[in-house]
């Protein structure tokens, strides 16, 4: 099976937020997330990854529940573990749910979830999501140990931290993509799906593509920023050609 690309569309409702956060309603209110998915879906996306925050700050609930309703792809829900969210995805019913760590105060998602140490609380959540039929992602730093827990608490995917790899440089570079390169093996022969996101551009691309068993890529901001000049479906066709020849 090729590699797949799952294309974050959270940016699309950020631009949208920074002119018209109190006038949702308004025929003005663009750019619309749900042309955006239907973009990314002309272009080759394989699914639809967003992230409805606690704080809103860029998906709403929806935003969310229109992607699902009326885009024919599977859709990927991020979200952390609150019952608030929980609540919200019982009724959205998504195909898979990556959870992942959420404070208030970072910029985006900066770090992996701590599967090991939150194990009890997690596992919970991994449950109920479970029962609904909903597939289960843990979004983790390449640490074996996280790994290891991730396949202890029963989920079905883990999605590897590749924000550390891509913003590193050099040899700092070379001992991050041989970190994934580990990780992915052990997420493999513990049977996990291993996927990977964060940060991941056109230009480190070629290098990520060393780390064997990768099913799917997570890819979001350097879509949505190359799509101001060439337009979203042109960028996920630009992508899902670079990810061409990969061998899992
Ligand atoms: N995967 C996860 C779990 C994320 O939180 C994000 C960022 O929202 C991404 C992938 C996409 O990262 P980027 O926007 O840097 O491509």
Do not use: W
């Amino acid at each position: 099976m090729s590699l797949l690309l799952g294309v974050n569309i959270d940016h699309v409702a950020t631009l949208r937020q920074a002119r018209y956060s109190g006038m949702l309603a308004s025929p003005n209110a663009e750019p619309s997330p749900l042309q955006a998915a239907d973009d990314a879906l002309l272009g080759g996306a394989d699914s639809i990854t967003v992230h409805v925050r606690g704080d809103r700050r860029h998906m709403q609930e929806f935003d969310a529940f229109e992607i699902r309703n009326q885009i024919n792809l599977p859709l990927n829900f991020e979200m952390g573990n609150t019952p608030e969210m929980v609540a919200m995805v019982m009724r959205l019913k998504p195909d898979f749910v990556c959870l992942v760590p959420e404070t208030r105060e970072e910029v985006t998602t900066e770090g992996g979830l701590d599967v090991a140490g939150l194990f009890d609380s997690l596992k919970n959540t991994v449950s109920q999501l479970q029962q609904e039929g909903i597939k289960v992602s843990m979004f983790i730093d390449p640490d074996e140990y996280q790994v290891e827990a991730s396949c202890r608490i029963g989920a079905e995917m883990i999605e590897l931290h590749t924000g550390c790899f891509a913003n590193a440089v050099d040899q700092d570079r070379k001992v991050e993509a041989e970190r994934l390169r580990i990780a992915a093996t052990l997420g493999h022969e513990v049977n996990l799906q291993v996927n990977a996101g964060h940060g991941i551009n056109l230009q480190n691309l070629p290098e990520l593509l060393t780390v064997p068993h990768l099913s799917e890529l997570n890819i979001g901001h350097s879509l949505i920023a190359r799509s101001v000049r060439v337009g979203l479906t042109e960028s996920v066709k630009e992508m899902r050609e670079a990810m061409k020849g990969y061998a899992l």
